[in-house]
């Protein structure tokens, strides 16, 4: 009977020592995320599984899973990148997002006509092509896609413009343009200092940093909200769930994130 409970107690032990493992490797090093939104499309799609880099721009209360780290501000912090893709925490419903850094500190950022421009320059947007996919439910959600050329009927070819856009610093990335949207044409958004701007690569289907908070956008980030940097995608299932092996796209395997 005692080494039957003590059995017991080393499995109790074993089961705690690997929750505070993974706990601790969570909050220090990486963060898994499954991408669960068309709007970083083509860059990201739905059914994405990655590891988030939280070593990148050192640690906030955010880096702790409900946010119970007791840190103010940032500590171990280096500057993200114009260019990175974030994962950063919603300063309005207080999920986690992922969009593309356009905007540091004191830049002044404007859409116009559904072109990016930075500081009064406007960026280099050069046509690639269209990308296509298949009008049907994507991931656990069921969403159907948005498409340049609807309607288009269920199993029919979704299509949308592709452009590649290339930031000041040189750093190129692929977009994508459905047709003219409310966010295609904004005021100049000028970031306050500590906080970062954020756009979707899907630009017609992404709630981002322009649009206001008060319409519970994401508008500006404070620095203490980003999480990490997300640079490669372990896995991607085209299917209702991430479990589904049969489903998953052999061309994304351990593809890195541009």
Known sequence: MEDAKDGIVETIKTVVYALLI???????????????????????????FLFVNKMAYGYSQYSCPFGICPISGRIFASEPERGDVVVFRHPVNGSDFIKRLIGLPGDRIQMKNGILHINGTTLKTEPDGVFTEPMEPQGPQQMLPRCSNAPVGQ????????????????????????????????PVFTVPEGHYFFMGDNRDNSTDSRV??????????????????ADRIMFSSAGKSLFYIWTWRADRLFKGIE
Request: hydrophobic content about 35%.
């Open 22 to 48: 993974a706990g601790v490797f969570r909050t220090l090093f990486f963060q898994p995320f499954w991408i669960p939104s068309g709007s970083m499309k083509d860059t990201l799609l739905i059914g994405d």
């Open 212 to 229: 206001n908070q008060l319409a519970r956008g994401v508008g500006f980030v404070p620095a203490e909200n980003l999480i990490g940097r």
């Open 155 to 186: 199993g029919g070819v979704c299509e949308k413009e592709k452009f590649v856009e290339t930031l000041p610093e040189g750093r190129s990335h692929s977009v994508l343009n459905i047709g003219n949207g409310p966010t295609d044409n904004t």
